[in-house]
């Protein structure tokens, strides 16, 4: 190849080139001396004639030694001929990093674009795979769901699924047209109450995500959690792990630090990690502190390309998470994170760190980066008991009656064992228990009164059984099934730390009785 294209602009405009009949190649000497030729088309301007010199040496390159996908015959350097060595590329193989984990009951991987960049590949992704998914979806529920009775999505539900499929119809045009400048990531946060149906609609999601868009979770989408039980619930990760947030493990060393993955030398595994990543949700994110969050959001938005994805709103302009689609799942009405600072935490104090703002300003304001569109669900469907789902309601509110609490109890109430708070009524329908209420307080209120005893036994025989059953909190006088097998390894709950540690005794004896084992 020739050793100088072209002289310094000080050489007094002297070219000097070497004869080009040196490359060996079948293509005509027209059609590399042209690509050779272009930098004089910018003489007088240094800056542009380097940046012509540099898209004709690209040019070449690709004339010399580009793969066109389309013919069977492709080009290769080989021995001084790069025009007949055929070139084989087998289906499991890519020509880009970026594609080198297939998609689940794919047979395509992603391809290299005309210009060289990997395109992210929605396998199977378009208005009518998606649209017949989430027909089927609404009318019969998963196909593959095991439960006798599938569940479908409500009206609040289909309304959360709609717009993340539509954003992925969004990407796809994106994606398509190939602009440098895409459009904005969906930032959605999806609040509801406790058994209102969220880790339903994440499990609708992830299925869309598998079955049509034919992707892998922790490649192209990622379920997250704070904690290990939670990761547990939604077959996810953690955020510490996958975000590489620095933390104190067992030993108190620092896990996940930075020079654990990757210098200067070599390429980041974080970059590998998400490279090809489009969507994360973070299930129970209250739990999750705004520390935590603003290093996840800073490792993703420095270790995700810029050109051609969704991670610059213009030029100058970065946008968070990377350009990646963000929704968070859960209640604001959870505990706090342990000493680090909660997303309901008080938006308009003063922080010791900006990061710490910036999480809050996203959840709090209207500015480009915040949080976009919020959903709710407000039904609780999980509950089957009526009667506990008004007690956890009441609770949740701060306003539950004291005579919620003397039925969880087990002490005496004013009203029969299967009365509904809400409606004021019994459920056994029954109008003598429904006047036993009246009656008790008359007799209490008069000189002659039974005990408390004498008096439950003027309920009727369903409303005796919704009043030991309403009562959870374990004591020697209403329960005598205390040695019951569902006991045995049920975990036990008291205010105390002696009657816990004197029964952990106990039940390890009985344990190693039962299971005939000798315990250290």
């Keep these: 190849m020739p050793e100088t294209i072209e002289a310094d602009e000080e050489d007094d405009g002297v070219k000097s080139k070497e004869p080009i009949a040196k490359v060996f190649s079948t293509w005509s000497l027209e059609a590399i001396n042209s690509s050779l030729q272009r930098d004089k088309l910018a003489e007088g301007n240094k800056k542009h004639k380097n940046s012509a010199a540099m898209d004709a040496a690209k040019d070449l390159t690709h004339l010399l030694w580009g793969l066109v996908e389309d013919e069977e015959q492709g080009r290769a350097c080989k021995a001084g001929n790069i025009s007949t060595y055929k070139v084989t590329v087998p289906e499991s193989s890519s020509l880009s ?66 717009r993340i499929i539509q954003r992925c119809l969004e990407e796809l045009k994106d994606e398509s047209s190939d602009t440098y400048f895409r459009s904005e990531p969906l930032r959605v946060l999806l609040h509801g109450v406790p058994g209102a149906g969220k880790s339903e609609v994440l499990y609708w999601i992830r299925d869309f995500f598998e079955e049509v868009c034919g992707w892998t979770h922790g490649i192209e989408f990622v379920y997250l959690a704070s904690q290990n039980s939670m990761v547990a619930l939604i077959d ?53 502190g705004c520390e935590v969050l603003a290093t996840a959001d800073d490792n993703l938005s420095n270790n995700i390309r810029e050109e051609n ?73 999980r509950c089957q008991d009526k009667w506990l789902s008004v ?80 009562c959870r909190v374990l004591n020697s006088t209403t329960h005598d099934d205390v040695q019951d097998a569902k006991f045995a390894d049920a975990p036990l709950i008291h205010p105390w730390n002696a009657p816990k540690y004197h029964a952990a005794l106990v039940r390890a004896k009985n344990y190693g009785r039962r299971t005939e084992q000798i315990l250290l």
């Design 236 to 288: 996810g990760l953690t955020v510490h792990s996958f975000c590489n947030v620095p933390f104190k493990n067992a030993s108190g060393n620092t896990v996940n630090t930075r020079a654990q993955f990757g210098d200067q030398q070599n390429m980041s595994s974080l970059f590998l990690r998400y490279e090809r990543l489009r969507w994360i949700f973070i299930d129970e994110f209250p739990t999750v």
């Design 391 to 470: 007690f956890l309601k009441r609770a949740r509110h701060g306003n539950m009656e004291h005579e919620l609490y003397c039925f969880m109890h087990g002490l005496p109430t004013k009203h029969a064992g299967s009365w509904m708070p809400d409606t004021d009524a019994v459920l056994c329908e029954n109008a003598r228990c429904q006047s036993l209420a009246d009656a008790w307080r008359t007799e209490v209120l008069s000189e002659e009164k039974r005990t408390w005893e004498e008096r439950r036994d003027d309920e009727c025989d369903i409303c005796q059984k919704n009043r030991r059953k309403r």
């Design 97 to 162: 990093s970026a594609a080198t984990v297939p998609a689940p009951g794919t047979t395509k991987l992603s391809s290299v674009g005309a210009r060289g960049r990997a395109s992210l590949f929605y396998s199977g992704l378009s208005p009518q795979s998606a649209s017949a998914w989430f027909d089927i979806l609404c009318s019969e529920g998963l196909p593959k769901d095991p439960r006798p009775q599938r569940p479908k999505p409500n009206a609040a539900q289909r309304k959360i699924i709609d």
């Design 309 to 381: 994805t969704w991670a610059m709103r213009n030029a100058r302009d970065k946008r968070p998470w990377g350009g990646i689609n963000l929704g968070c799942t859960g209640d604001f009405w959870q505990f706090r994170p342990v000493g680090l600072t909660a997303v309901f935490d008080d938006p308009f104090k003063k922080y010791l760190m900006s990061s710490t703002e910036r999480i809050l300003a996203m959840f709090w304001t209207r500015e480009p980066d915040a949080i976009q569109e919020f959903f709710e669900l407000t039904e609780e469907n």
